[in-house]
């Protein structure tokens, strides 16, 4: 499976999709599912470059500055 865009995705997304998986391969198999997406293969792709840094009580400024 290939997720593009995957940094700036929120966590509750990976969350979802991991129980998903987990669903899916219950019917299968009960070994797999404690492991990370069922030990299925996951490419998460994206520009790290497009994500701001997080500045705490920073101005819009401070955030600009800081990359």
Do not use: H, Y
């Not at 497009?50 to 990359?67: C, E, N, P």
Request: glycine share 4%.
């Amino acid at each position: 499976m290939i997720w593009n865009e995957a940094p700036v995705m929120n966590k509750l997304c990976f969350e979802a999709f991991g129980k998903t998986l987990i669903d899916i391969m219950r019917a299968k198999n009960e070994d797999n599912v404690q492991r990370p997406f069922c030990d299925k293969v996951v490419v998460l792709e994206g520009d790290f470059k497009q994500i701001l840094f997080v500045v705490k009580k920073g101005l819009r400024f401070d955030i600009l500055r800081s990359v």
